[in-house]
């Protein structure tokens, strides 16, 4: 009988030291995590930022292994898909992996682009209303737009020209309102432009610049158009830098009370009058990643840098609300409720910080991150999209869509 219980003791204590391990844990285990699904059938797949649109989110996925891609649309409250988008694919096979990193949504249609393909989607079917392909061929081809209006650059890595065009969202007929040759030893881009309305006039305010690899030579320039009037209204001088300045210039572009913003090594602020800089203020690494990580909001110019600090200044002074540590480079900052949010790959963090005055108020590990076995490295994707209806905040780690609730 002492064997015996001494048996069952060990057997229990057993189970108690290595409990079975269930394959996803519950959510309820999961700070703040409120749903979550596979994306791929339980596959790694990289994601472009989701979009919310009215009753749906949309995401851009492609697959690690075959570099295929697609669009979904899914119901933001259960998360049912609504469709899939697979045509240039289905149309161009290889030549077309990968749709989403650039997309703009408006009356219903979605406008999206890759390489010299670019498409506009019924949000409520799916369904393909235009398709246009550029005979001129490949290269870096990126949309954006701003309500009605989509706009597209193109540029053949340094080599040849850059072009800005325009467009309706809803035929997809380009029309060219830039174009840079290259005339000199030093290749050309125009980077994405960004759109808004000023004081009765539309406006396209993006950068150009010209640039050597080897031996390192960079000059860039902010350019504001005017679409109403159809003409470049100005171009600032070249945009600062010093030698450790890297690239020196950002990329994008934001807009916010007057004032025209960026950020790469340093962070600017330039007068839409006349192009004029306001001020600049060098920070030591990246404000850029993939695309700039900044963001204006209520005043104030919020920008994440590579070197795991996060930043707020007043637009209009430059001058320091906050600078507190954060997770490098991050997805697009989202805001809500008086709160700023990003999700970091580097760190697998999601934070959330208080918009004022950058206390953190939320610092999420990636809900089902392994350090060995087939999730190792479920790390939160840097993608984050906040619906302004709800508050629900959702993004990825590969294999999963998390949505999030905070409040």
Not at 232 to 254: F, H, K, M, Q
Not at 356 to 382: A, V
Request: proline share 3%.
């Amino acid at each position: 009988m002492k064997k015996t219980i001494l048996y069952l003791t060990i057997l229990f204590s057993a189970c108690s030291i290595f409990p079975e391990t269930p394959e996803e844990p519950n959510e309820g285990e999961k700070p703040f995590l409120k749903k979550h699904i596979q994306l791929n059938d339980g596959n790694r797949a990289r994601c472009q930022n989701p979009i919310i649109y009215h009753d749906k989110v949309i995401y851009f996925i492609q697959d690690d292994q075959s570099g295929n891609g697609w669009i979904t649309a899914y119901d933001k409250e259960s998360l049912e898909i609504s469709w899939t988008w697979r045509e240039a694919f289905d149309t161009y096979g290889d030549g077309a992996k990968g749709f989403g990193f650039d997309s703009h949504i408006y009356d219903g249609i979605l406008s999206t682009s890759q390489s010299n393909l670019s498409y506009g989607i019924d949000i409520e079917t799916g369904q393909t209303i235009w398709h246009h392909r550029d005979l001129t061929g490949g290269g870096y081809n990126t949309i954006d737009g701003y309500e009605k209006q989509i706009y597209k650059v193109r540029w053949e890595e340094f080599t040849e020209d850059a072009s800005l065009r325009i467009a309706s969202i809803y035929d997809g007929e380009w029309k060219e309102l830039i174009n840079v040759t290259k005339t000199d030893s030093l290749g050309v881009r125009i980077y994405p432009p960004t759109g808004f309305h000023w004081e009765g006039i539309d406006y396209l305010a993006f950068v150009s610049q010209k640039q050597n690899i080897n031996p390192f030579i960079n000059f860039s320039w902010l350019n504001l158009y005017s679409i109403s009037n159809d003409e470049l209204v100005w171009t600032s001088e070249a945009i600062p830098t010093n030698s450790t300045n890297g690239l020196g210039s950002p990329g994008d572009v934001i807009f916010h009370d007057g004032n025209l913003l960026m950020g790469s090594k340093s962070l600017y602020s330039y007068n839409i009058e006349d192009g004029s800089l306001e001020w600049w203020r060098y920070y030591g690494n990246n404000f850029v990643s993939i695309r700039s990580l900044i963001a204006a909001h209520d005043g104030k110019l919020y920008a994440n840098n590579e070197s795991h600090f996060f930043v707020a200044v007043d637009i209009h002074t430059g001058d320091e609300y906050f600078n507190v540590a954060s997770g490098g480079s991050c997805s697009q900052l989202q805001f809500y409720n008086g709160k700023v949010f990003q999700t970091s790959w580097g760190n697998s963090k999601f934070f959330g910080f208080d918009a004022n005055t950058g206390e953190k108020l939320y610092d999420i590990d990636s809900p089902f991150d392994e350090r060995i076995g087939e999730n190792q490295n479920l790390r939160f994707e840097s993608i984050l999209a906040i619906d302004p209806e709800t508050g629900l905040a959702y993004t990825s780690d590969s294999k999963h869509l998390l949505v999030y609730e905070f409040d």
